[in-house]
């Protein structure tokens, strides 16, 4: 991505409205990471997730998406709220749950054009190719670094007209926030290097500056935080309030 290989990334990552005094007195408790994530982090309603990309399909030439849910149920169901808006009247859902030939129909359909946006579980994590995809979203938890690169890779391929992907994750995980913070970090130094296609860098933003301040003092004694067990257990830092 640095190099210019791969589509520049514009991340936007949600964070649900956190009381920060509530965070710190559940620091108290010492509760894990699988706790935390539980108890803090609330599932953003499709009905907002539908207006993010609305705002962003808008601002968008030749818009294609992908959004990665967490179940069947739920591609079906999301598939069905976007359906509800006539720019996205053709969206469906593809998952594991479909006949193969079914499967195929749907790609071949959105890869055409007909469908604009797909709701996908798991199954477009590798060996499928579709390079308009401009527009990722992320609505479902998964703690692996791996399948997480493989869905953010969905959109990194190039091609004629498209410089950038936008990713909107709604996930609101702590190993998620970490991630991201992670790519940010390993982003920043790009300016050192000439890009071939002389397009601005990526960006990594976050809905609260806050999330992104606290990770980062998290992250100063827990390097491993991404990857870390659901048993891992955080201490909360003292951040100077100005």
Known sequence: MRHGYLAQVDYKLFVDDINWDTVKQASAHSYGL??????????QRDESIRDQIAAVWAATVRPRAIVFC??????????????????????????AGLAKRERQNRLLAFRSGEVPILTAVDILNEGVDVPDVNILCFARVT????IFVQQLGRGLRLREGKDRVVVLDFVSDLRRIAAALNLKRSLE?????????????SRIDFSDQRVATLMEEWIKDAASLETAYDEYRLQFPTIPVS
């Open 70 to 95: 967490r179940t069947i149920e739920h591609a079906e169901r999301l598939a069905d709220v976007l359906r509800r808006t006539p720019l996205w009247s053709g969206s469906l859902a593809l998952h």
């Open 34 to 43: 699988a706790e935390l994530n539980a108890r803090l982090f609330l599932p």
């Open 143 to 146: 703690h692996s670094r791996r």
């Open 189 to 201: 130094g790009a300016g050192e290097i000439e890009t071939l296609n002389k397009v601005s860098p």
